[in-house]
């Protein structure tokens, strides 16, 4: 409420003013003036101007220097001003007397309580000096009027002006609080990860942050005062509906889902309306979405459904394995030995043979059931991922299923990243998604890629459980794709598009990644495949003599 340079702006003002109005009555109205009186008001003048000019430029110039004292010099120069005016206007029968209450208010605003009651008393003195001492006034009660009048009014304005000292602090406190408090906000609002967006009752957009124009696809900055039709609908039609209901017909929505559409990606999100009028009237209603992209959520959530359901096949793929694996043994066993027989005849020993071959076939698929079901980290030791990379894609790119021309690449960093598990289902774990990558690669052009990188905290997908960092390795190819119609499905068990396959490889990849607490995620389209594992990372430990 008290700004000292408004005050001191006005004080320049009524100082310059004054001076003026005295130099030229006494130049043009007071002929008959005493030629002192005359020189005192031109000096007045004149120094009123320079003094003036000198403390503007020293305020505009030094701002930073801009302090307690030179407001007391402001005070004392006004204070020797208007007793110059009071001596050459007559004295104690001047008008311009008053002026001393004015020169006490703004010394009040200007300076302490101390400061102002000082001012005031300097006031005094030097009215008393002029009245008395110099002009030779006998001291009478008009006089002592005027001092007491002074004096009261001095008290009075100091205690006001201290109170309005108080008030414009706690102004300035809270105007610098609620500064901070819009930084927070501003910042909070730019960096969260949620979307949040505000229209008024007419559907124009009051507020969006960067999030909302990153999920959307428009500029933040920009779109303010344009209508939600024109910047959302056409990419989020359900949630530009959600938003114009909550703040035309207040209908609230609370964990809705919709789902938005930019350069030809859709993904789901999730949202929630609220409405708000700043007096109550329908007028000033606003409403505000807040939403947020689910897709992780939404994978997370199929991840644990696959688990559930692969744990489930798992149980009863043991037991099945068990109960027919022993029956199936004596099977081969008796026709083996029936086969073997002297008085055997060729179609019996041709038979004996077919079926001993597929007793084995379906020993072998067995075998694979069981191995499907007994995945467990057996042995928890510190794995550097970047070997076992390496390893599986030697491996793969050796193997006979790989096409010629296709090319297999290893990017690994140069430090080591570090896991807890066991170390041969991890890399039979990775070898079977790189050798899936490298079958579906093309013949001469085909490319597979397995890559190894580090994950921070931001950088791991919503919903991961990870504390700190993780690994993340990627295995991609060029082949055409999986179909949309078959890309649930790939984890499903005994699922396969392969000859002879069992469909139970990326089974068992995903309860190996799941066994060491990791993810696998799958992304297809028609130029290529990229299957997606995140590990929990643990940190390397530092060797005792190496540490200072």
Not at 117 to 145: C, E, H, K, R, S
Not at 346 to 366: F, G, M, N, Q, Y
Request: with cysteine.
């Amino acid at each position: 409420m008290v700004e000292p340079r408004r005050v001191l702006r006005y004080i320049y003002i009524g100082r310059l003013s004054l001076a003026a109005a005295i130099f030229l009555a006494a130049v043009f109205s007071w002929h008959g003036a005493d030629a002192r009186d005359t020189l005192l008001a031109t000096l007045a003048f004149f120094a009123a101007i320079a003094f003036t000019s000198v403390s503007a430029w020293f305020g505009l110039a030094y701002r930073t220097m801009v302090a307690r004292g030179f407001y007391y010099t402001q005070s004392l120069f006004d204070v020797a001003l208007i007793t110059t005016i009071v001596h050459i206007t007559g004295g104690s029968l001047s008008p311009f007397a008053a002026l001393y209450i004015l020169a006490t208010a703004c010394a009040s605003l200007l300076l302490p309580v101390g400061g102002g009651l000082l001012i005031a008393a300097l006031g005094n003195v030097l009215y008393f000096a002029d009245v008395i001492v110099l002009q030779g006034t006998t001291l009478g009660m008009p006089v002592i009027l005027q001092l007491g009048v002074f004096a009261i009014t001095a008290l009075g304005v100091a205690y006001l002006g201290a109170r309005l000292q108080e008030a414009g602090v706690n102004r300035e406190a809270l105007a610098q609080q609620l500064v901070v408090v819009k930084l927070q906000a501003e910042d909070v609002l730019k960096n969260i990860r949620s979307g949040i967006i505000t229209i008024d009752v007419q559907g124009r957009i009051l507020f969006a942050n960067s999030m909302a124009g990153k999920l959307i696809g428009f500029d933040d900055e920009q779109v303010r005062g344009e209508n939600i039709k024109d910047v959302v609908t056409a990419h989020a039609p359900a949630l530009a509906a959600a938003l114009e209901k909550a703040v035309r017909g207040h209908e609230r929505v609370t964990r809705g889902e919709a789902a938005i559409t930019v350069s030809g990606r859709t993904f789901p999100i999730g949202f929630t309306t609220t409405t708000m009028s700043a007096d109550g009237t329908p007028g000033n209603t606003s409403g505000t979405v807040i939403f947020q992209d689910i897709s992780d959520n939404k994978r997370l959530e199929e991840l644990r459904l696959r688990a559930e359901r692969l744990e489930a096949v798992a149980e009863l793929s043991a037991s099945l394995a068990h109960e027919i694996k022993n029956p199936l043994a004596s099977i081969r066993s008796a026709v083996e030995q029936l086969g073997a027989r002297a008085r055997a005849t060729d179609d019996e020993k041709v038979l004996a043979t077919l079926i001993v071959r597929e007793s084995d076939r379906l020993s072998r698929l067995l075998s694979e059931f069981l191995d499907f079901a007994r995945v467990r980290v057996t042995r928890g030791e510190r794995v550097n991922m970047g070997e076992v990379a390496q390893a599986a894609v030697r491996l793969a790119d050796t193997h006979p299923d790989r096409k010629a021309g296709v090319t297999v690449t290893c990017v690994i960093p140069t430090e080591p990243l570090l896991v807890e598990g066991d170390e041969d289902l991890l890399h039979r774990a990775i070898f079977n998604i790189t050798l899936n990558a490298v079958q579906a690669a093309p013949v001469d052009t085909g490319r597979v890629t397995v890559e190894l990188s580090r994950l921070n905290a931001e950088q791991i997908p919503t919903g991961v459980p990870f504390e700190v960092s993780a690994i993340a390795l990627r295995v991609s190819d060029n082949g055409p794709g999986i179909p949309i119609e078959l890309r649930e499905r790939v984890f499903d068990p005994f699922f396969t598009t392969k000859t002879g396959g069992t469909g139970l490889g990326l089974p068992i990849v995903h309860r190996a990644i799941e066994a060491h607490r990791g993810f696998v995620f799958m992304d297809s389209s028609p130029k290529g495949t990229r299957f997606t594992v995140l590990l929990p990372q643990i940190q390397q430990r530092i060797p005792v003599e190496n540490v200072a």
